[in-house]
């Protein structure tokens, strides 16, 4: 626990001075009681002493004193609070290898059902973007509240050749960051399209310059990256990771299939598919999120639980002075309420 005035603490001092005080008066009282012990009428008036139930109200009163002296210091505590995750990219793979078998029914179905199945568990408030990529990267549905127009649009997803991983992250960011200028021909051509002559070319839009953040210090938005397999084209990854670290946005990466791959064949031709779980490890932990495996469709499923309840609550570090206040209001209420009902005054 941390404190925004933390010279306030020294008031704490205070509340011995409190308890030698209170001490004193009872010393002092029983010192009165003393004179009259010969007086056996006023003995037997005064009958059995309240015994422990005297304390209590002082004790209670000064805890109260104890809260508000350290809610005025304004402290800040790490507490668990409902997220401001505003928007959530899900990037996913639709490459060739993504029909593999080792995942039932295959890769491809068992991300589609489990996406559908995370987007159900969302709040309703939190908008939502689908980037499907192969050999390029595309924006199939750009960030919506319609969960409808979403299960539509990764029921649509037609697999291609190849794998641009890191292309797939930098649309993510463009979609979330219009106005940074990212420059997206620099997708296209690391993906193998040709550039246009310098005739046609229209004038580049200049990138706008942004001053980077502590990375997973955005809480808006986030990226959800899957894919089986390993890069092939497109931009390199971590470059991409990089781009989006320094935007404080969080890639979270699941991995499906497996580590050591599979051959598959399609209209004539074979590829070895492999999961490249370093570099997915790499691009969680340059944004400061979390890597996950899905080696099943029910290990799928489980992940998307995970990353719902990870993205609907966040630890945050946040002042709690009105909690503390509100304890101290509630000590003195019960001091000065238990000191009425046996004393039949207040302290």
Same mark, same amino acid.
């Given at each position: 626990m941390t404190f925004l005035w933390p010279q306030f603490l020294w008031l @704490? /001092?205070?509340?011995?001075?409190? #308890? !030698? *005080?209170?001490?004193? @008066? /009872?010393h002092r009282r029983k010192? #009165? !009681? *003393?004179?009259?012990a010969s007086l056996s009428l006023v003995r037997e008036a005064l009958g059995k002493g309240p015994g422990l139930r005297r304390h209590i109200p002082p004790v209670l009163f000064l805890l109260a004193l104890a809260a508000m002296l350290v809610a005025a210091a304004r402290p800040l505590a790490v507490v668990t609070l409902p997220s401001?995750?505003?928007?959530?990219?899900?990037?996913?793979d639709v490459s060739g290898s993504m029909r593999?078998?080792?995942?039932?029914?295959?890769?491809l179905v068992a991300s589609q059902n489990a996406a559908k199945a995370f987007l159900a568990e969302l709040p309703r408030q939190v908008r939502v973007g689908i980037v499907a990529f192969a050999g390029t990267?595309?924006?199939?549905q750009p960030p919506t509240l319609s969960r409808e127009d979403l299960v539509a649009a990764i029921d649509k997803f037609q697999m291609q050749r190849a794998t641009a991983i890191g292309s797939a992250i930098v649309i993510s960011l463009a979609e979330l960051f219009p106005d940074q200028g990212i420059d997206l021909d620099t997708v296209a051509y690391a993906s193998g399209r040709p550039r246009p002559m310098a005739i046609d070319a229209a004038p580049k839009k200049p990138e706008k310059e942004f001053t980077p953040v502590?990375?997973?210090?955005?809480?808006?938005?986030?990226?959800?990256?899957?894919?089986?397999?390993?890069r092939t084209t497109g931009v390199d990854t971590l470059e991409a990771a990089k781009m989006a670290a320094d935007r404080g946005v969080r890639i979270y990466t699941v991995g499906i299939g497996t580590v050591d791959g599979e051959t598959i064949g399609f209209e004539g031709w074979s590829m070895r598919v492999r999961l490249d779980e370093e570099t997915l490890k790499k691009v969680a932990l340059q944004t400061q999120a979390e890597y996950?495996?899905?080696?099943?469709?029910?290990?799928?499923?489980?992940?998307?639980?995970?990353?719902?309840?990870?993205?609907?609550?966040?630890?945050?570090?946040?002042?709690?002075?009105?909690?503390?206040?509100?304890?101290?209001?509630?000590?003195?209420?019960?001091?000065?309420?238990?000191?009425l009902l046996w004393f039949n005054r207040i302290l």
């Open positions: @704490l /001092l205070a509340l011995p001075l409190l #308890v !030698a *005080l209170y001490l004193w @008066l /009872l010192a #009165v !009681a *003393l004179n009259y401001q995750q505003e928007t959530i990219i899900l990037a996913m593999a078998t080792d995942v039932k029914p295959n890769r990267a595309q924006v199939v502590a990375p997973g210090s955005y809480s808006s938005a986030a990226i959800i990256l899957l894919t089986d397999g390993q996950f495996y899905a080696g099943t469709a029910e290990n799928l499923k489980k992940v998307y639980e995970k990353l719902s309840s990870r993205l609907t609550v966040e630890k945050k570090e946040t002042e709690i002075s009105g909690l503390l206040a509100l304890a101290a209001a509630m000590l003195a209420l019960l001091s000065a309420g238990l000191s």
